[in-house]
């Protein structure tokens, strides 16, 4: 099954990077296939106008819906599906997380819809929410300029999780936040040398002792996630004794 995926935005040159690295190699071998499109196509002004002032006044430019909605029809289609996931990235959308990338990681058509200025026209997303299944997520508690960069970030967490992807799948399963850790942050990781400008491999995991090394990963995934990341825990991780 090859997954496509199509970036609707002003700055569609943001999503070259997908030629190269991982995702590059995904296209190749026909996992995804990548389609970058530019909302302005769907102007017809001389300027090629996307935005427009904010009713209710206030400040900064919001998206006019027209341009999306003829996107959309050419794009997309104009009958209801809901196996097509429109994403819509933004700082007032729900936390984007592992669960929603390894959901996402089996669907056949992800459109993401990357805004720009103050944003875009609600009406955009209540029209694309009568269509299609929709996410409104954000990375974090921060603002960017647009949407385009959470893409790439959702892109890469959604498209290494696609089955054939990866040289070597258990690799996944050891991850921060995979369900092979129980949702914990992955313990600390060492290589050769085993002494480094003074600092040494610790011994447990030079002892050849299975059982005492897994021990101390785990440990270390709950002193972790407990240090770090408070909200993660619950009363099971404890702190090891
Ligand atoms: N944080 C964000 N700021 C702007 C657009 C999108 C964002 N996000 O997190 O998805």
């Not at 299609?132 to 790439?152: I, P, Q, R």
Request: proline share 6%; net charge negative; with cysteine.
């Amino acid at each position: 099954m090859t997954m496509r995926l199509d970036y609707l935005s002003i700055f569609p040159a943001y999503f070259d990077v997908l030629d190269i690295s991982l995702l590059g190699k995904a296209a190749v071998n026909g996992l995804v296939e990548v389609h970058a499109h530019d909302l302005r196509d769907w102007t017809h002004d001389r300027h090629r106008t996307v935005d427009d002032t904010p009713c209710g006044g206030g400040a900064g430019m919001v998206m006019k819906p027209d341009p999306w909605g003829e996107a959309f029809d050419e794009i997309i289609g104009t009958e209801p599906d809901s196996s097509v996931h429109v994403i819509f990235p933004s700082p007032s959308g729900a936390p984007f997380t592992q669960s929603a990338a390894q959901e996402l990681s089996s669907a056949v058509r992800i459109v993401f819809c990357c805004g720009r200025y103050e944003g875009i026209d609600h009406r955009v997303i209540d029209y694309a929410r009568s269509m299609w299944t929709v996410h409104e997520v954000s990375l974090g508690d921060y603002v960017l300029n647009g949407g385009e960069v959470a893409a790439l970030a959702i892109t890469e967490a959604v498209v290494r999780l696609v089955p054939g992807f990866m040289g070597n799948p258990e690799s996944l399963a050891e991850e921060s936040f995979s369900a092979g850790q129980d949702g914990l942050l992955e313990y600390p990781l060492f290589t050769r040398p085993v002494s480094w400008r003074g600092l040494d491999v610790p011994e447990v995991l030079m002892s050849g002792h299975h059982g005492r090394i897994a021990k101390w990963r785990r440990d270390e995934s709950v002193r972790l996630t407990c240090e770090r990341r408070p909200d993660l825990t619950d009363s099971d991780f404890g702190v090891p004794h």
